[in-house]
């Protein structure tokens, strides 16, 4: 069913719903990330939004990436770092997060912790730009920044 038309999804154990698919977070090759998965909660026609669930094991990242879409986040399990612009970000359950639009966005789970979190996006969305050389070389001139990517 993944995002259907259910009328109740029910929790099951480990942070998974029922007739909800468990997915590949990308293609993997298309983008570095390392230990994320994802679960599209609600989406389709009839509404303007998507809510998915994305879990990284401990230690793992998300894509570093910017686009022109805006992100809600309520992270729900673990802690990790997320760098949000020239922030580094500590996050926690239970904390929120906007992503501002063309804002370079990275999550990262702590070492013995799964970070999960849902995240509210527009359905119809653009995909995600990844940094080149002059855009890392931008964000590796802030030694916290540079030392946030060298993690992965």
């Not at 480990?14 to 590949?24: H, P, T």
């Not at 994305?54 to 793992?60: A, R, V």
Request: hydrophobic letters at 40%; one cysteine or more.
């Amino acid at each position: 069913m993944s995002g259907g038309d259910g009328v109740l999804r029910k929790a099951r154990p480990g942070f998974r719903w029922s007739d909800v698919d468990l997915l590949a977070y990308k293609d993997e090759g298309s983008a570095p990330f390392k230990s994320v998965s994802r679960q599209t909660l609600f989406g389709g026609e009839g509404l303007e939004g998507e809510l998915r669930y994305f879990e990284i094991e401990p230690s793992g990242h998300s894509t570093l990436e910017r686009h022109e879409h805006r992100h809600a986040v309520v992270i729900l399990r673990g802690r990790g770092q997320c760098l949000v612009g020239d922030e580094i970000l500590a996050v926690a359950p239970h904390d929120l997060l906007a992503i501002p639009s063309w804002t370079w966005h990275q999550f990262r789970a702590n070492a013995g912790e799964t970070l999960g979190f849902l995240c509210l996006v527009n359905r119809n969305r653009d995909k995600p730009q990844l940094p080149g050389e002059a855009d890392l070389t931008s964000l590796r001139a802030d030694p916290a920044i540079a030392a946030f990517l060298d993690e992965a």
